[in-house]
T-cell receptor, first 115, second 109 residues
Framework: KAGVTQTPRYLIKTRGQQVTLSCSPI?????VSWYQQTPGQGLQFLFE???????NKGNFPGRFSGRQFSNSRSEMNVSTLELGDSALYLC??????????????FGPGTRLTVT | SQQGEEDPQALSIQEGENATMNCSYK?????LQWYRQNSGRGLVHLIL?????REKHSGRLRVTLDTSKKSSSLLITASRAADTASYFC?????????FGTGTRLQVFP
């Protein structure tokens, strides 16, 4: 089975711009979660999509948004970029059933640098 | 916000030694998982322990869980240079996975 893929792998943007990151989950997985990782804050949960619906959301401002398509692929968008948005953005896919123990499969991440 | 705090933050050992990392969490959990992250890359799932289990083994990994103390430990036996990475515990409550702060392990050949 192909793993989780994320595109692009590296991105440099300027403050005020917007960016869209893409994630393709493992075939058959219906849940996609997004995380932000920074040296200062560690791994922070952004949101989770399951069957095209946002099922959970972390404590991030409205500039961070996402969506999921019918093929389970997901995108996240950050508008009006700030320097503090520089981070590694990780996407993870899973079967998505929280009442059963399960594991998440992570992509390699997108390294976003905001200048 | 993070659910778990890991201890130590960093650990340096020689190849062949054992490495122990601890994780404490705050709320009740469904299960607890450990992940490894090589520098700046994605996370890899290592092992999952359910809330009704006390100990689990997988190869050179041994995980314990004490729900009364809200803590877990990960033991890597006979460590190798390739084990150099950051290790994170992650708890599953009812609806999402929350990661701890991580332990950075350095194994010297």
């Amino acid at each position: 089975k192909a793993g989780v893929t994320q595109t692009p792998r590296y991105l440099i943007k300027t403050r005020g711009q917007q960016v869209t990151l893409s994630c393709s989950p493992i075939s058959g997985h219906r849940s996609v979660s997004w995380y932000q990782q920074t040296p200062g804050q560690g791994l922070q949960f952004l949101f989770e999509y399951f069957s095209e619906t946002q099922r959970n959301k972390g404590n991030f401002p409205g500039r961070f948004s996402g969506r999921q398509f019918s093929n389970s692929r997901s995108e996240m968008n950050v508008s009006t970029l700030e320097l503090g948005d520089s981070a590694l953005y990780l996407c993870a896919s899973s079967l998505g059933y929280w009442d059963k123990p399960y594991e998440q499969y992570f992509g390699p991440g997108t390294r976003l640098t905001v200048t | 916000s993070q659910q778990g705090e890991e201890d130590p933050q960093a650990l340096s050992i020689q190849e062949g030694e054992n490495a122990t990392m601890n994780c404490s969490y705050k709320t009740s959990i469904n299960n607890l998982q450990w992940y490894r992250q090589n520098s700046g890359r994605g996370l890899v799932h290592l092992i999952l322990i359910r809330s009704n289990e006390r100990e689990k083994h997988s190869g050179r990994l041994r995980v314990t869980l004490d729900t009364s103390k809200k803590s877990s430990s990960l033991l890597i036996t006979a460590s190798r240079a390739a084990d150099t990475a950051s290790y994170f515990c992650a708890t599953v409550g009812t609806d999402k996975l929350i990661f701890g702060t991580g332990t950075r392990l350095q194994v010297f050949p």
